[in-house]
């Protein structure tokens, strides 16, 4: 039993980490000109894969997200301070999950997601960015980082999340559909 939950924690750590990681840097490839600002962008596809990836392994992809965040922050533009690295990761690991439990709790989502619909996914984004988005800015504007935490950078990193996530979620059932009329 307990060999059984930690494979399945390894498993939800490790894959969350690597496809964070990997989609990040798709989406800085793809949409490298629509940067807003330092952490900020136009379009974030992995603010969709974070919900995602939260919606279906909980704590172990918290925690995956976390540690992928982490890393690209340290490895990449704020690598100036390890202190700001590990609050963008823990920012950018457990948004989404506080926004997976206000939503299981409030818009009375069933734990496996059984009953999850149009309406209630909205909800599930529009509260992850809001909720990500704040803890950003407020975070970039604690750690005293040049041009961010200003209302326009949350509202752009808003917006960013919010199409990000509605872009990745279309791509994925987009392509469940034509897997299915591949199999037929």
Known sequence: ???????EWLLGISISLIAYYALFYANDW??????YGLGVNWIYLPAGLRLF?????G???????????FLISYYGDFATNITTCIGIGLISGF???????????QISIAPDLSDLNLP???SCILIYAVLSAGLHQWWYLVRGLDETGSFNHFIVMFLGDVLGSLLLIA?????LDLLRA???
């Open 95 to 105: 948004a989404p999950y506080i926004a997976r439990l206000f939503v299981l709790r």
């Open 171 to 175: 791509l994925v059932k987009y392509s």
């Open 59 to 69: 704590l172990p992809g918290a925690l995956g997200i976390a540690l992928s965040s």
């Open 53 to 57: 990836l939260i919606l279906i392994f």
């Open 1 to 7: 039993m307990m060999s059984k939950l930690s494979s």
């Open 30 to 35: 793809l949409t490298s000109y629509l940067s």
């Open 120 to 122: 209630k996914l909205l």
């Open 182 to 184: 591949y199999r037929t």
